[in-house]
C-alpha cells in the first residue's frame, strides 16, 4: 500500500567533492521513496489521501502545468489509492499535445481527466467562483492545491528531518510552491539553518512560507532560477550530467539541478564557514527530465542523460 499510517525513512547519501574548507554535504535520497510518487510529492500527498480517504471522497481534482511533477504523482497516487482523478491544465494548446507530452500521456494512462483552461482563467483557481465552477461541472471532489501545498502537505514535509538530520548545520532545498520547505522549517533545530532555493523569479515566495512557519532561521538564496521556472541552458545540463556521471545521483532541471549547481557555487565562493556540514534535500522530480529533452532537441541542446 503506498500511503499507510507510517512514512518511510531515507538515508543521506555523501557526495564526494574537494574542499579546501573541509565543509561536508550529504543528500537525502527522497526520490528513491518511490518510482512515480517520489520525493516531496510523497510527502505532501500522504496525509491528503489519508484524509480523502477518511471523508469517503471517491475523486481528487487538482492543478499544474505542461510538465508538473505533481500532476503526474496525484494521477498516480489516485490511481493505486481508488480516487478518480481530475487535472486542470495550464493552457488550452495542451489539449493538442497531450499524446506528445511524456507527463501529460502518462497522467492519462493513469486515468486522470483533463480541463485545459486558459492562463488567465488559470490564474483564478483559488477563487470561489472558478472552483465553484469545477464543482458545476464535476461534481464533489477534494481539493489539493497546484504543487500540493497545504497545512497537510507541510506536515507530511515535517516527517523529512529525522534525528539522525540534527547534526547538520544546513539543510537545503529547492523550492516551488513553498511546503515543503516549510516543513524543514518547522521541524529543523534552534542550531541549523533552512536555505531554500527558488525555481521562480519573485519575491512572492517569502509571503507564502510566512503563512506557514514561525521561526527565523531560514533564507531564500534567490540566484540560480537561471532565468525562471523551467528555464535551462548548456551549462546547468552539462552540470546535472557530470554530477550523475561522478556522484550517481541523478537531478531534475527545474528544481534539484538548480539547487545543488548553486550549492556547489556557493561553496566555492566561501558561503559556507570552514568545516560546515550540509544536507541537501533531494526532491525528486526526475519524471520531467523527458519532457525538459523534447524541449531541448527542439533547441538542439544537449540533453539530460
Known amino acids: 500500500m503506498l500511503f499507510s499510517s507510517t512514512t518511510p525513512t531515507i538515508n543521506n547519501q555523501t557526495i564526494h567533492f574537494e574542499s579546501d574548507c573541509n565543509i561536508s554535504l550529504s543528500i537525502k535520497r527522497e526520490d528513491e521513496i518511490h518510482p512515480f510518487v517520489s520525493g516531496n510529492k510523497y510527502r505532501k500527498l500522504h496525509y491528503n489521501i489519508l484524509k480523502a480517504k477518511d471523508e469517503q471522497q471517491t475523486t481528487l481534482l487538482t492543478f499544474g502545468g505542461a510538465f508538473s511533477n505533481h500532476i503526474a504523482a496525484v494521477a498516480y497516487a489516485g490511481h493505486v489509492s481508488g480516487f478518480k482523478t481530475i487535472g486542470i491544465i495550464r493552457g488550452e494548446e495542451l ?13 492519462q494512462a493513469c486515468g486522470m481527466i483533463f480541463k ?13 467562483e472558478f472552483i ?14 497546484e504543487g500540493g501545498t497545504n497545512n497537510l502537505a507541510i506536515k507530511g514535509c515535517e516527517l523529512i528531518l529525522t534525528a539522525k538530520d540534527s547534526d547538520f548545520d544546513y539543510i537545503c532545498c ?31 515566495l517569502q509571503n507564502n512560507i510566512s503563512k506557514f512557519v514561525t521561526k527565523t532561521n531560514w533564507k531564500l538564496i534567490t540566484d540560480y532560477h537561471f532565468g525562471g521556472y523551467a528555464k ?13 556521471k561522478e556522484q550517481g545521483i541523478p537531478l531534475d532541471p527545474v ?15 566561501g558561503f559556507f564557514p570552514e568545516h560546515s556540514k550540509i544536507l541537501v534535500i533531494h526532491t525528486g522530480g526526475l519524471q520531467g527530465i523527458a519532457g525538459m529533452n523534447t524541449q531541448l532537441k527542439k533547441k538542439n541542446m544537449p540533453q539530460i542523460i
Open 174 to 204: 529547492a523550492v516551488g510552491t513553498g511546503g515543503t520547505i516549510s516543513g524543514l522549517i518547522n521541524s529543523s533545530q534552534s542550531n541549523q539553518t533552512i536555505l531554500g532555493f527558488p525555481a521562480l523569479k519573485g519575491d512572492f
Open 116 to 128: 485545459y483552461v486558459t492562463r488567465s482563467d488559470f490564474r483564478l483557481k483559488e477563487t470561489p
Open 95 to 107: 489539449a493538442l499535445e497531450s499524446q506528445l507530452n511524456p507527463t501529460l500521456k502518462f497522467a
Open 232 to 244: 535551462i541552458n548548456v551549462d546547468l545540463v552539462d552540470f546535472i550530467n557530470n554530477f550523475k
Open 255 to 269: 528544481y534539484t539541478g538548480k539547487m545543488v549547481f548553486g550549492i556547489m557555487d556557493l561553496i566555492e565562493k
Open 132 to 145: 465553484k465552477g469545477l464543482h458545476d461541472v464535476f461534481g464533489d471532489f477534494y481539493l489539493v492545491p
